[in-house]
């Protein structure tokens, strides 16, 4: 019986292959990867890389930052290697098969940027898939764990970013601020206007200041007809865009 490899997932600068990943490409870490500010950042860290997407994708956007992505999944790591390899930013980027908690034990360094498109279910029933479990589920990296290397790693005007779904995130900015991180910028994701809010993209500095609060709608009621906002925020990504 053969086994089924999944195609690569094909942008307009790169492409990702990701059979060997227990989370293939999806839209929220292309959200995560296109929204957040990458701006005066000289040293990026992206948890959870998976194969490699957002770190890929910021290296698109920032010509200058190096970029260190990290995943607790080995397979993952080196298959984000060979991705960001296939690059012409490989020289800004490299992957590494450890975990958040172990890096920030172990390294010195700090980062202007810290983004993660985290797992977020802290509860409910346990797929047979242990390595998806271990991606969405938090086991391996709890919410605490990743919010406190965050504090330790981030520079002092540094700003750290995640995407998470709505009720996780509004827990998740009350946990940050037991950690001195201040929830600073928050835009609303909604799958179509009529529907329910699906996801938060949530900016965080030790600054408490107010939040810059938006709302982005991805879709019109029929399927991939995108809106303007949606085009303007992925189109130097997505092929069809």
Same mark, same amino acid.
């Given at each position: 019986?053969?086994?089924?490899?999944?195609?690569?997932?094909?942008?307009?600068?790169?492409?990702?292959?990701?059979?060997?990943?227990?989370?293939?490409?999806?839209?929220?870490?292309?959200?995560?990867?296109?929204?957040?500010?990458?701006?005066?950042?000289?040293?990026?860290?992206?948890?959870?890389?998976?194969?490699?997407?957002?770190?890929?994708?910021?290296?698109?956007?920032?010509?200058?930052?190096?970029?260190?992505?990290?995943?607790?999944?080995?397979?993952?790591?080196?298959?984000?290697?060979?991705?960001?390899?296939?690059?012409?930013?490989?020289?800004?980027?490299?992957?590494?098969? #450890?975990?958040?908690?172990? +890096? $920030?034990?172990?390294?010195?360094? /700090?980062?202007? @940027?810290?983004? *993660?498109?985290?797992?977020?279910?802290?509860?409910?029933?346990?797929?047979?898939?242990?390595?998806?479990?271990?991606?969405?589920?938090?086991?391996?990296?709890?919410?605490?764990?990743?919010?406190?290397?965050?504090?330790?790693?981030?520079?002092?005007?540094?700003?750290?970013?995640?995407?998470?779904?709505?009720?996780?995130?509004?827990?998740?900015?009350?946990?940050?601020?037991?950690?001195?991180?201040?929830?600073?910028?928050?835009?609303?994701?909604?799958?179509?206007?009529?529907?329910? #809010?699906?996801?938060?993209? +949530? $900016?965080?500095?030790?600054?408490? /200041?107010?939040? @810059?609060?938006? *709302?982005?709608?991805?879709?019109?009621?029929?399927?991939?007809?995108?809106?303007?906002?949606?085009?303007?925020?992925?189109?130097?990504?997505?092929?069809?865009?």
């Amino acid at each position: 019986m053969s086994t089924e490899i999944s195609s690569p997932f094909k942008f307009k600068q790169f492409q990702l292959n990701h059979d060997q990943c227990p989370m293939k490409v999806g839209t929220d870490g292309v959200l995560l990867g296109a929204w957040t500010n990458v701006e005066k950042c000289n040293h990026i860290l992206d948890v959870g890389t998976g194969c490699g997407v957002i770190a890929i994708m910021i290296a698109q956007r920032n010509t200058e930052a190096r970029i260190l992505a990290i995943d607790i999944d080995e397979a993952a790591s080196i298959q984000a290697n060979e991705n960001m390899q296939a690059t012409e930013w490989s020289s800004r980027l490299e992957a590494q098969a #450890i975990s958040i908690q172990q +890096l $920030s034990r172990s390294s010195t360094q /700090k980062y202007d @940027l810290i983004v *993660s498109n985290p797992p977020f279910f802290s509860g409910g029933t346990f797929s047979n898939n242990q390595d998806r479990n271990n991606i969405r589920h938090t086991v391996k990296m709890s919410h605490s764990d990743l919010l406190r290397s965050a504090q330790k790693m981030l520079t002092p005007n540094g700003r750290f970013e995640v995407i998470l779904p709505f009720l996780e995130g509004l827990r998740f900015i009350e946990m940050a601020e037991t950690y001195h991180l201040n929830c600073q910028k928050q835009t609303r994701v909604y799958p179509k206007k009529e529907k329910r #809010i699906e996801r938060l993209l +949530l $900016s965080f500095g030790f600054e408490k /200041k107010e939040v @810059l609060e938006s *709302s982005l709608v991805i879709q019109h009621e029929d399927r991939n007809d995108f809106t303007q906002e949606y085009i303007d925020l992925t189109k130097d990504f997505y092929l069809k865009m």
